[in-house]
């Protein structure tokens, strides 16, 4: 199974900060026919499920802020709010859909100070 | 508006079964591959199965395998869950979500597998 680690576990920042969070696989998640990385970033806010943010690595979903960047390649992943608003407090998941078992890391809990 | 709508959850004893429906609105529901995704309480996210638009491909968590199977029914725009043997660590909020990565999810349904 592909394992994916996130770090940290939390995170508490202040309103306009940017943050970073790491995502990093067990294996490569790029599929060398389509040069795509099988990563996906949610984002779950307290008492709600889980939000599609970006796909492929760094393609943001329809509608998502354009501050929620993605970036990274291979087994290295990267979620970096640039201006962290108070409504961004929510845990965020990567996710491997590259091979089964399509399987998650731990999360990330952004606080706000 | 895209729904996805989840249903059929419970508090049942250890060792018996349970089906989970999630009824589908919004979109060609025949297009798209579906998956159950749980998440124990306070916990976080586990993929639990997937199942292809024509059901020609089904895949399950290790932790699943041989006591849940997926099924859809595409003219009635749902998907299922039949879980058996139940375990208390099958205990968590089962959520449908569309495609690979979930684009859309369901609001959840709870299932408590306890005596």
């Known amino acids: 199974d592909i394992v994916m680690t996130q770090t940290p576990s939390s995170q508490a920042v202040s309103a306009g900060e940017k943050v970073t969070m790491s995502c990093k696989s067990s294996q490569s998640l790029l599929y060398s026919e389509n040069k795509k990385n099988y990563l996906a970033w949610y984002q779950q806010k307290p008492g709600q499920s889980p939000k599609l943010l970006i796909s492929w690595a760094s393609t943001r979903e329809s509608g998502v802020p354009d501050r929620f960047i993605g970036s990274g390649s291979g087994t290295d992943f990267t979620l970096t709010i640039s201006s962290v608003q108070a409504e961004d407090l929510a845990v965020y998941y990567c996710?491997?859909?590259?091979?089964?078992?399509?399987?998650f890391g731990s999360g990330t809990k952004l606080e706000i100070k | 508006e895209v729904q996805l709508v989840e249903s059929g959850g419970g508090l049942v004893q250890p060792g018996r079964s349970l089906k989970l429906s999630c009824v589908a609105s919004g979109f060609t529901f025949s297009n798209y591959g579906m998956n159950w995704i749980r998440q124990a309480p306070g916990k976080g996210l586990e993929w639990v199965a997937y199942?292809?638009?024509?059901?020609?491909?089904?895949y399950y968590a290790e932790t699943v395998k041989g006591r849940f199977t997926i099924s859809r029914d595409n003219a009635k725009n749902t998907l299922y869950l039949q879980m058996t043997s139940l375990r208390s660590e099958d205990t968590a909020l089962y959520y449908c979500?569309?495609?690979?990565?979930?684009?859309?999810w369901g609001q959840g349904v709870m299932v408590t597998v306890s005596s």
């Open positions: 199942i292809s638009s024509g059901s020609s491909y089904i």
């Open positions: 996710e491997q859909y590259y091979d089964t078992p399509f399987t």
């Open positions: 979500a569309r495609e690979l990565p979930g684009d859309c």
